[in-house]
């Protein structure tokens, strides 16, 4: 740690902050939770698991549509730091407020679980656009790698304590239900995402930044509208944001959808507690991994290695029978996951104008959260009409040959961003 700033520390430890909540919420407890919730109610596992993905769709269709709004407003100077914090504000409390939701009222768990995933997903716009106010465009690779790599590790200790909690529950060890041992996870997620966040709230300021002017709402859909023609113009930029819509969805999907797809196919809770805490710890590495490899081979070239990854993921899945296929499934996931989320983070952040970075990241989430609205839909929609959670799966193959073939056109960062900036200049 000792080998960078205190803004790329603060920056990095903000990874280590939320991803309580991507593995608690998003991936493994909640779904679980809610899928016995549902169960409970006699809803099927196929229509359990596609009311997840409609949830997953709302919401991000609900963020997306907010993403390059806010962005171009948070371009004002202090903007930023004000937009991350009433996201941040609505995703912990909404996810300690998921402890205090009845067990058996899943419509109402669904409803605050859109909150959190709203809440969760609006600061990552801002803390991935904090990006460029915190290094040098020679260090993005790595620092972003960083973030992810530190985000897999913290993720293991509240998961853990959730996971010894939940297990001791369950053997009757401890005097609580299973349920009450889920909502302390939910609790338990809240206060770690809140605590581990102080340091970039203390640290990490807007570096670049739009004098403020009147009208800043009206100037900012203006804005808004020029930026879109700006992104047009840069062939490199365009093309990476249509590849990245295509496989980050894909990606996304089956993070979010594992844990619900692992319960089909009849693992128990604690089989895939398991599994997903080892994913985590094994993907640390590799996302560190991934960066130092993109400074050897290229960006892209890494890229194409964890879409192809993905693919065979997809395939395998139609094969899945025991828990030893899913344990290789979720290792295969495990060795990229990481890596190719920082790395699309750094690449586009190379690319885009560093003083209009808000702008271009609303860009940047739109594309990724309407996105991340196919996929559930594609594995829901599939799940439901042919009640085989495998075909959603292999569905998503699609997705990712159409990303890496529409990244193969996209020149490197470094030759668009003379031209972005030239341009930029006139």
Same mark, same amino acid.
């Given at each position: ?29 909640f ?24 949830t ?11 993403g ?31 402890? +205090? ?9 669904? *409803? ?13 716009v801002?803390y ?21 790599s ?12 959730? *996971? ?33 966040? *102080?340091?970039?709230?203390?640290n ?23 930026t879109?023609?700006? *992104?047009?113009q ?21 993070i ?9 196919l ?55 029978e025991t828990?030893?296929?899913?344990w ?8 990229s996951?990481g890596?190719?989320?920082? %790395?699309?983070?750094?690449?586009y952040?190379?690319l ?10 609303? +860009?940047y ?12 839909? %594609? ?26 073939i ?5 020149p490197?960062?470094t030759?668009?961003?003379?031209t ?7």
């Open positions: 740690m000792k080998a960078f700033t205190k803004e790329e520390n603060s920056w990095v430890f903000y990874d280590w902050a939320n991803s309580a909540y991507s593995i608690i919420i998003t991936t493994a407890v779904p679980l939770f809610f899928k016995a919730s549902a169960t409970e109610a006699g809803i099927s596992a196929a229509k359990s698991t596609a009311y997840l993905g409609y997953i769709a709302i919401s991000t269709f609900i963020l997306a549509m907010l390059p709004v806010l962005g171009t407003i948070a371009d004002y100077r202090d903007y930023k730091k004000k937009f991350f914090t009433f996201f941040f504000a609505i995703g912990v409390i909404s996810t300690a407020l998921l402890a +205090f939701i009845p067990y058996d009222n899943w419509l109402l768990l669904l *409803i605050c679980y859109t909150f959190t995933a709203i809440g969760f997903a609006g600061t990552n801002f991935d656009a904090f990006l460029i106010d915190v290094t040098s465009e020679k260090k993005m690779n790595q620092i972003s790698s960083r973030g992810f530190f985000g897999y590790i913290g993720s293991t200790i509240p998961f853990l304590i959730s *996971i010894i909690i939940i297990v001791l529950a369950q053997s009757h060890v401890i005097p609580l239900s299973v349920t009450m041992a889920s909502k302390i996870s939910f609790l338990i997620t809240a206060l770690w995402w809140g605590l581990f966040s *102080i340091p970039l709230f203390r990490v300021t807007q570096r670049y930044y739009i004098e403020r002017e009147p009208r800043p709402i009206l100037n900012s859909f203006k804005r808004l509208g020029q879109f023609k700006d *992104i047009s840069y062939r490199a930029l365009f093309l990476f944001l249509i590849a990245y819509f295509f496989y980050i969805d894909g990606v996304g999907t089956i979010t959808m594992s844990t619900a797809y692992g319960s089909d009849g693992l128990s809770s604690t089989q895939l507690l398991i599994v997903l805490f080892v994913t985590q710890v094994v993907a640390a590495p590799f996302a560190i991994l991934y960066g130092r490899l993109a400074e050897k081979f290229t960006d892209k070239t890494m890229l194409y290695v964890g879409i192809s990854i993905y693919i065979v993921v997809c395939i395998y899945a139609l094969f899945l828990t030893v296929d899913f290789v499934l979720a290792m295969l996931v495990a060795t996951q890596g190719i989320q920082a %790395l699309s983070r750094a690449y952040a190379k885009v104008p560093k003083e209009k970075s808000n702008e271009f990241f609303g +860009f989430a739109i594309f990724g959260k309407f996105a991340s609205i196919m996929g559930p839909l %594609l594995v829901g929609i599939t799940a439901q009409f042919t009640g085989n959670s495998a075909n959603g799966v292999f569905s998503l193959i699609v997705l990712f040959v159409i990303g890496i529409t990244l193969a056109y996209v490197e960062p030759k668009e961003k003379t972005i900036s030239a341009d930029m200049n006139q």
